[in-house]
Structure formats: C-alpha cells, structure tokens
Nanobody, 126 residues
C-alpha cells in the first residue's frame, strides 16, 4: 500500500529557508504525480507545487513561484520542497500527496489526489 511520510518542518524566521521531504513507499512507478499542499488554521488546504515523476516541468502556486522548488530523488523514492524567502503567510501544515493520474482534475485540488501523508508543521515568524 502507498505510504507518504513527510519530514523537515519546523520554525523559522521570515526570510529563512526550510526543506521538506516526502518519503514514498508502496510504489516506484514514474507514472505518479507528487504534490505538496498546505493548510493554515481556518483556511482551505491549497496546492503549493506538483511534479510528474516521469518528467516535465513542475507547477507552482502563484504565491510561491520563485521562492519554492519541488524536486525528486527517484533512487530514494523521495520528493522535496525547498522553501526560501519564507513569509509568515507560508505558515501551516504541509502535506505530501500522490496520485496515479490527474484524470482531468486540477493539480491544486485536494480531491485530485488519492494518497496523503500525515503532514508536517511549518511556522514562519515575523
């Protein structure tokens, strides 16, 4: 069965950086989309970035373009989210998500993804 385990969250001051990791198990196929979502208190879960393990350009939310970068290490079956120039509004629980195909669903819609990690907290202070 597919399992996703996030790590790397923490507390950082505005302007700082963090790197999140998502270790995947239960599948090694490259025909999966791997995404990062986040949820701030009282807000909807929103898509941050996604990549297709088989290749192609990643997609990013407008709010993180130029600051966040999603990447993968296929040998480790791990996806990363490098976050730089962090802002207080980046605070939230960050979730890793995976799906075999988007099936026409928006990449940044939580309903598009079948598998989820437990989340890791990111707190950015001003």
């Amino acid at each position: 069965q597919v399992q996703l385990v996030e790590s790397g969250g923490g507390s950082v001051q505005a302007g700082g950086s963090l790197r999140l990791s998502c270790a995947a198990s239960g599948f090694r196929q490259t025909s999966y989309y791997m995404g990062w979502f986040r949820q701030a208190p009282g807000k909807e879960r929103e898509g941050v970035a996604v990549l297709y393990r088989g290749g192609g350009n990643p997609l990013y939310a407008e709010s993180v373009k130029g600051r966040f970068s999603i990447s993968q290490d296929n040998a480790k079956n791990t996806v990363y989210l490098q976050m730089s120039s962090l802002k207080p509004e980046d605070t939230g629980i960050y979730y890793c998500a995976a799906t075999r195909g988007l099936h026409g669903g928006p990449w940044n819609d939580r309903g598009t993804y079948a598998y989820w990690g437990q989340g890791t907290q990111v707190t950015v202070s001003s």
